[in-house]
């Protein structure tokens, strides 16, 4: 599971911070689930005002936009969806914004988010509006110009994947988004009305964390687990959950197929030393935006560890499925015999599966692109520190690998990469990564983790690579690079755990721009806000801006609650 190691219990000034929506989420669906599962629903809430500082703290702005605005409508100028594209590059061609006027952003406007730790989904842009979701539920749909609210919309919980704007077979332009219980919401696009809502996955610990795709008439999304942590004491009985991608008719919600990555349903596998009775198999949740490949009729999707042993032969893989009818055309896994729980890296390991494994998930959707000659390849990076490529018109054969990291749980390559057609952008998130000169010494230096790689599409070799900088004097000090990257024509974004905002050159990684995130903010709404980390969302660039999130502190970072949005000073 992505980012899924090497937490803790947050303290209490921590959990102070956050709203009571926010505690009563986390208690529900979030790390807190396993304390939860024993309270009613009026238990949790009256936990969680006993232990928030903040209250309800409501996001409401106090200044709504004086007009409807354009009709939203997607085009190929906008970051509609998380990959921008179908083949989910996350590149930007025609952004309103060349590399050369990158060193003159300033920040237009700021808008914080209600409770600390809330700022984790990647911003969309369509025409004027910046569509936005949260940890509290609250998805909003902001002026582009000035931050205004055009429309709130409350989710059942916590919404952190990216919203897409998508038309349906109606032609009416809807914003499609998952929540952290594994619910898919469509609202109208312009005014924030339920269209309709789709619970994909009864388990009480399914989520979805990845963005939807939408074409054709049909959504598709993946549905993940929180299972690998509320399944690590040894009272549970681990594990049931089976990571699914599903597609539905984008216009009603009606389901027109769902894929299971793991197609046995889990039964009793023994006990454990508590006398807990084991289920399996369990895993292989898809934790990212399927890419879609037009030429095949194809879709992909990556997928995560396995929970229980023997791991499944879907998990850590790449899988390709008939778009049409969801059945599986071929699968390429990467790491075998990963089976991982939360168990393993706490003081009762009963609940560990035996052999446990690295815990080297896909946290990232592949990305499709053509190659020189009429080939094409479809790459992926891995929380091992590794970029694959494959073949996808020869099921998914090898074409190269490329180590750039040393991986790890919290390590390696996490959220996302990006393309411009001749580099893949990768960022590294490792504390500890492979430093030649910190190797020559004999060992590994702290100070060295993270860094930003571009890798030759032709054969994984290394373009340039810029290493993060040292962040000495933050209250958490990490150069580690989570977020997923983003493009435009010479131009790399890349956000740290340290809190900076940083664009490189494509052409030799220099440092552009460089942004520190992690202080106090004005907002438009009038919210007391601040950034910290930015992880697990990138950004997003249309239209003449640059919009991301700042705050997600949740493990070990610098929590915060803002979206900041950039442009050409600050126009």
Not at 116 to 140: C, K, L, Q, W
Not at 288 to 293: E, G, L, V, Y
Not at 446 to 466: C, M, Y
Request: charged share 15%; glycine share 14%; proline share 5%.
């Amino acid at each position: 599971m992505p980012r899924a190691g090497g937490g803790g219990t947050s303290s209490r000034e921590v959990i102070g911070a956050l709203s009571i929506d926010r505690i009563v989420a986390s208690l529900e669906t979030g790390l807190m689930r396993t304390q939860g599962e024993a309270l009613t629903a009026a238990e949790r809430r009256a936990v969680a005002t006993f232990l928030s500082r903040t209250g309800t703290a409501p996001t409401t702005s106090t200044r709504s936009c004086a007009s409807p605005g354009a009709a939203v409508r997607p085009t190929a100028a906008d970051w509609s969806a998380w990959g921008v594209s179908l083949a989910n590059e996350r590149y930007q061609r025609q952004g309103g914004i060349t590399a050369a006027q990158v060193p003159n952003l300033k920040l237009r406007w700021a808008f914080g988010f209600d409770g600390e730790n809330a700022a984790a989904a990647n911003p969309t842009i369509v025409g004027d509006r910046i569509f936005v979701g949260s940890g509290s539920g609250r998805v909003f749909a902001l002026g582009l110009a000035d931050g205004c609210q055009h429309w709130v919309f409350k989710a059942d919980t916590g919404v952190r994947a990216a919203i897409t704007i998508g038309m349906d077979s109606g032609g009416r332009a809807n914003a499609y988004f998952g929540d952290l219980r594994g619910t898919l919401y469509a609202v109208d696009a312009m005014t924030g009305e339920l269209r309709w809502k789709q619970r994909l996955d009864e388990h009480r610990a399914a989520r979805i964390t990845g963005s939807a795709v939408v074409h054709d008439g049909r959504v598709f999304v993946g549905v993940a687990s929180a299972e690998e942590a509320t399944g690590a004491p040894a009272s549970y009985s681990c594990c049931t959950f089976r990571g699914h991608v599903v597609a539905l008719n984008a216009a009603t919600g009606d389901r027109v197929w769902d894929t299971y990555m793991i197609p046995e349903t889990p039964s009793p596998q023994g006990r454990n030393k508590a006398g807990t009775v084991l289920m399996g198999p369990a895993g292989a949740g898809v934790w990212s935006a399927p890419t879609i490949d037009l030429a095949t009729n194809s879709l992909y999707v990556t997928t995560g560890d396995g929970y229980t042993t023997p791991a499944a032969p879907l998990t850590d893989a790449v899988v390709a499925l008939d778009i049409a009818t969801g059945a599986i055309k071929w699968a390429r896994q990467v790491t075998a015999g990963d089976a991982y729980t939360m168990a393993c890296t706490s003081a009762d390991t009963t609940n560990c599966p035996q052999n446990a494994g690295p815990d080297h998930d896909f946290g990232q959707s592949a990305i499709l692109l053509p190659l020189p000659g009429g080939k094409r390849i479809l790459v992926a990076g891995q929380k091992s520190g590794i970029v694959h490529a494959f073949d996808p018109d020869d099921k998914g054969a090898k074409l190269w690998t490329a180590e750039i990291g040393k991986g790890g749980m919290l390590g390696g390559i996490e959220w996302g990469s990006s393309s411009d057609g001749t580099n893949m952008y990768v960022p590294v998130s490792d504390i500890t990564f492979k430093d030649p000169i910190a190797l020559g010494r004999g060992g590994l230096k702290p100070e060295a983790g993270g860094g930003l790689f571009a890798i030759r599409l032709t054969n994984g070799s290394e373009a340039w690579v810029a290493r993060a900088s040292a962040c000495a004097g933050k209250p958490s000090c990490s150069p580690a690079l989570s977020a997923p990257s983003a493009a435009i024509p010479g131009a790399v974004f890349s956000g740290s755990i340290d809190g900076h905002f940083r664009a490189y050159s494509t052409t030799d990684g220099r440092v552009l721009w460089d942004f520190d995130t992690a202080t106090e903010y004005t907002t438009a709404n009038g919210v007391r806000a601040s950034g910290g980390s930015i992880d697990v969302g990138g950004p997003a660039i249309a239209n003449g801006v640059v919009a991301t999130t700042s705050g997600y502190g949740q493990w070990g970072g610098i929590r915060g609650n803002v979206l900041l949005v950039f442009s050409v000073d600050g126009r």
